[in-house]
Every structure is written in C-alpha cells, then in structure tokens.
C-alpha cells in the first residue's frame, strides 16, 4: 500500500508541474484537467482532444530514453531509484 501512495504521489507531483507548463501549454491543459477530475489519467490517450499531445510526449521521451548510453541508462535508473527511497512516506 505504501508503494501505491508513492506512486500516486509521484503521478500527482508530476502533473502539477505539468499544469505549470513545463511542457507546453498543450500537456498543462492536459495535467489541469485531470487534476480537476474532468478526465481519467487513464483515458488520456484515448481522448482525441488530448491523444495527440501526450502521445509526442511519450514518443520524445522513448527517443531520449533509446539514446541513452549505457553508463548514463545506469546513472539515471540509480538516480530514480534514491529518489524512490528517499521520499517519505506521503499522508494516509
């Protein structure tokens, strides 16, 4: 369970700093409205009115993520990893 609320920390952490526009205007939309409940983080890339952007999203982070060298796959899977471990436990 404590994992659980970790992730959803996590995903909730990252939308808002997505609502803030980092980036683009068309992922804040995207993260304010699922902040607010108007869509399921789920249903994201199901809804044509937001499929479009978060699919380039993701395609730009799996070209990132292709050309990471192996030294640096290890640093940044080492890195997400202590920051796992270094959050505290969120309320209940």
Request: hydrophobic fraction near 40%; avoid cysteine.
């Given at each position: 369970m404590v994992r659980d609320a970790r992730i959803?920390?996590?995903?909730?952490?990252?939308?808002?700093?997505?609502?803030?526009?980092h980036?683009?205007?068309?992922?804040?939309?995207?993260?304010?409205?699922?902040l607010e409940g108007r869509i399921r983080l789920g249903d994201i890339a199901r809804d044509p009115a937001y499929a479009d952007?978060?699919?380039?999203?993701?395609?730009?982070?799996?070209?990132?993520?292709?050309?990471?060298?192996d030294e640096e796959r290890r640093r940044f899977n080492e890195e997400v990893r202590k920051a796992g471990e270094q959050r505290p436990d969120p309320p209940a």
């Open positions: 959803a920390e996590a995903v909730r952490n990252s939308l808002q700093r997505l609502s803030e526009g980036a683009g205007p068309d992922m804040a939309q995207m993260a304010r409205d699922v952007g978060f699919l380039r999203g993701l395609d730009r982070y799996r070209r990132w993520e292709a050309g990471l060298d």
